[in-house]
């Protein structure tokens, strides 16, 4: 009995050690930064997946403009090709990526994760004497995955991801907001 009590204990000691995480504070994420790009990457020639990508992509641009954010849609670039060019307007974005991964046929696998970023030059950690290290720094994530028939996971998928990018954009515009 005393096992099974500790057991439970450390059970939900771990769930609430795990289900906070530290606030982020967007307003001081994207200072510095002039707009935000999205663009789309998949390993898959399927259309589905352009299609997703279009669906996710034309929501977030349309939350972001109304919002007065400046934004750029870089569009959809399979993977291992050429890589998106910075948008027009935006010296130094915050980046929206959106990463397709799915099987081929009329059942299908399907993985959407949505990522932003900003690309540092020479990220230096606070303290340090050491050269900058360049990279970006991801300080958004969020996926969804499923499987079955492609015309009703291509929209479940697409519904998915589109909520969660919603949270994303509620985010960026708040912060936008507080640069000032």
Request: hydrophobic content about 50%; cysteine-free; charged content about 20%.
């Given at each position: 009995?005393?096992?099974?009590?500790?057991?439970?204990?450390?059970?939900?000691?771990?769930?609430?050690?795990?289900s906070s995480r530290a606030e982020t504070d967007w307003t001081r994420q994207l200072a510095g930064l002039d707009g935000v790009a999205i663009a789309c990457v998949s390993s898959t020639g399927e259309t589905y997946a352009e299609r997703i990508c279009d669906k996710l992509?034309?929501?977030?641009?349309?939350?972001?403009?109304?919002?007065?954010?400046?934004?750029?849609?870089?569009?959809?670039?399979?993977?291992?090709?050429?890589?998106?060019?910075?948008?027009?307007?935006?010296?130094?974005?915050?980046?929206?990526?959106?990463?397709?991964?799915?099987?081929?046929?009329?059942?299908?696998?399907?993985?959407?994760?949505?990522?932003?970023?900003?690309?540092?030059?020479?990220?230096?950690?606070?303290?340090?004497?050491?050269?900058?290290?360049?990279?970006?720094?991801?300080?958004?994530?969020?996926?969804?995955?499923?499987?079955?028939?492609?015309?009703?996971?291509?929209?479940?998928?697409?519904?998915?991801?589109?909520?969660?990018?919603?949270?994303?954009?509620?985010?960026?515009?708040?912060?936008?907001?507080?640069?000032?």
């Open positions: 009995m005393r096992a099974a009590l500790a057991a439970i204990f450390a059970f939900a000691a771990l769930m609430v050690a795990t992509s034309e929501n977030a641009r349309k939350a972001l403009e109304i919002a007065g954010v400046p934004v750029a849609v870089a569009g959809y670039f399979r993977e291992g090709g050429p890589s998106p060019d910075k948008p027009e307007g935006i010296a130094k974005p915050l980046q929206i990526t959106i990463f397709l991964r799915g099987t081929p046929g009329g059942n299908a696998a399907i993985l959407v994760r949505g990522r932003a970023s900003i690309a540092y030059g020479a990220a230096v950690e606070a303290g340090s004497d050491e050269a900058g290290r360049s990279g970006d720094l991801v300080i958004w994530e969020e996926s969804s995955v499923g499987s079955g028939p492609v015309k009703q996971l291509e929209a479940a998928i697409a519904n998915a991801m589109t909520d969660k990018l919603a949270g994303l954009i509620a985010y960026v515009v708040k912060g936008w907001a507080g640069k000032g």
